[in-house]
Nanobody
């Protein structure tokens, strides 16, 4: 069992930056690919970024490519999402997820993933 707890959300102005963290319980963190998703009010949950268990490969949604960076520290059981040049359309609840498959996380088929956090609100004000 893996428990995920996100933190770091908040209110930021357009063009600002935030860093989200997702702390995972358990000793097998490095076995899981990790991903970040977001859900804006009235919309479906969308993929943002994912990273392999080793941290060697990353993949991003086109909407955040070049602005967001996903990283992980397996010694700290934590995955991060550095968000720069924030836009109002980035406003959403951000969720982290863990799954044994990197390909599942980046899949456009939106398969069921193993574990989810409770989410953290990010609001970008103009």
């Amino acid at each position: 069992q893996v428990q995920l707890v996100e933190s770091g959300g908040g209110l930021v102005q357009v063009g600002g930056s935030l860093r989200l963290s997702c702390a995972a319980s358990g000793r097998t963190f490095s076995r899981y690919a990790m991903g970040w998703f977001r859900q804006a009010p009235g919309k479906e949950r969308d993929f943002v970024a994912t990273i392999t268990g080793s941290g060697g490969v990353t993949y991003y949604a086109d909407s955040v490519k070049g602005r967001f960076t996903i990283s992980r520290d397996n010694a700290k059981n934590t995955v991060y999402l550095q968000m720069n040049s924030l836009k109002p359309e980035d406003t959403a609840v951000y969720y982290c997820a863990a799954d044994g498959s990197f390909l599942k996380i980046k899949s456009t088929e939106k398969p069921v993933l193993d574990y989810w956090g409770q989410g953290t609100q990010v609001t970008v004000s103009s």
